[in-house]
């Protein structure tokens, strides 16, 4: 193993310099030419204000560490989608689940090496220039974005590994961070959930559900922490422990599965769970749930089913590799079609008229739900 470390740092060498210099020429360019106080500015009453903190740049490194993240997964098990580069690593005298692991290692060193030279030089430019932050923030946002960092990558290591072909590990890394949120827009659409954040009900908004959710409330949160002018985000406990097992699971599936990895299955139609057979079916059910009109199911729905009847089966077109669909997939486009109007008629004559009743209860309980997590 310790090879085969030596060879994975010699490997990446080229790109770990290259994404170093990348990033760190980004963020000191934009600390350059950013003003971080603004002149004196007025209330609404039209009293001075003084000067107050401006563009903390927390978005440069946030931006940073998540394309990173997407990058370098794709980059490090891209060899399972060739075939020829699948044999020729599986030849090796190493276990699969070994070589997982250096994979995993390298990565993200690719990751956290360039996006921690990149982050202090960026803060030395900022703490150099004129500026009213509370720049001791910046020390906890680091530290605090590095396991978040480490979570990511290793979800988005497990879903592109799910697939069999560099086309399809993409689509299902962006897919799954953007399905999780969809039961929520639903809900939000339905029953008015909006009007009921600020009874505690936070942890049913759809933005905390994407496997991004963590590293873009991070830095979101962070950014009002350096200027001075945060609150307490209620919701934070709820949202770092959704991510924390996120990460656990998708480690612990990424090595479990190592093993059963076969050379034989590159370039083969990508059949996984995680993949087109769970991912295609949920979209399509809960779009049409998201369009399902409470006033004109007749007019604007034909319309709304007939699209996603249509783009459902192009997506399967392109699973199969072929215009011959499975009985399988037959019913899973019927069976869509018909939980999303069921779907939809649930939101718009149960939860719409009656929500308010319904949730109530739930409502107390989840205005409780951040304290007891902040307190575990």
Not at 14 to 21: D, E, H, R, S, Y
Request: glycine share 8%; hydrophobic share 55%; proline share 5%.
């Amino acid at each position: 193993m310790k090879k085969a470390i030596l060879y994975e740092l010699k490997r990446n060498l080229l790109p770990l310099c290259i994404f170093t210099a990348l990033a760190t020429a980004i963020f000191v360019v934009f600390a350059l030419t950013t003003d971080f106080v603004s002149g004196f500015s007025s209330d609404m009453n039209g009293d001075p204000l003084g000067r107050t903190p401006i563009n903390p740049l927390v978005e440069v490194p946030g931006f940073t560490l998540g394309l990173l993240c997407v990058a370098v997964p794709v980059m490090q098990f891209a060899y399972r989608m060739n075939k020829r580069s699948a044999d020729l690593w599986y030849a090796l005298p190493i276990r699969r689940d070994v070589l997982t692991l250096v994979r995993v290692l390298g990565g993200l060193i690719l990751v956290l090496v360039p996006y921690t030279v990149s982050y202090w030089a960026g803060f030395a430019v900022i703490a150099a220039s004129e500026n009213l932050f509370e720049l001791g923030q910046y020390g906890i946002l680091f530290a605090a974005s590095l396991p978040v960092g480490i979570g990511l990558f290793g979800v988005n290591a497990f879903l592109f590994t799910r697939a069999n072909t560099l086309f399809d590990g993409i689509v299902f890394l962006l897919a799954w961070a953007i399905l999780p949120t969809l039961p929520f827009c639903w809900l939000d659409s339905a029953a008015n959930l909006g009007r009921f954040f600020r009874d505690g009900i936070y942890w049913f908004s759809p933005a905390n559900y994407s496997t991004f959710s963590p590293l873009v409330w991070l830095f979101v949160q962070f950014a009002g922490r350096i200027c001075g002018t945060a609150g307490t985000l209620a919701e934070a406990p709820f949202i770092y422990a959704l991510g924390a097992v996120y990460a656990a699971a998708a480690y612990c599936g990424l090595f479990f599965t190592a093993r059963r990895h076969r050379a034989e299955d590159v370039a083969q139609v990508s059949d996984s769970w995680f993949g087109y057979r769970v991912l295609i079916p949920a979209f399509m059910a809960l779009l049409l749930a998201l369009d399902y009109p409470a006033d004109d199911p007749i007019g604007i729905y034909a319309t709304a089913y007939a699209v996603t009847l249509a783009v459902g089966t192009i997506a399967y077109f392109v699973y199969r590799r072929s215009f011959r669909l499975k009985l399988a997939d037959i019913l899973c486009i019927v069976g869509a079609l018909a939980l999303g109007t069921g779907i939809g008629l649930l939101g718009t004559q149960v939860l719409g008229p009656y929500f308010a009743e319904l949730y109530s209860p739930l409502r107390d309980a989840a205005a409780l739900l951040p304290q007891a997590l902040s307190i575990l």
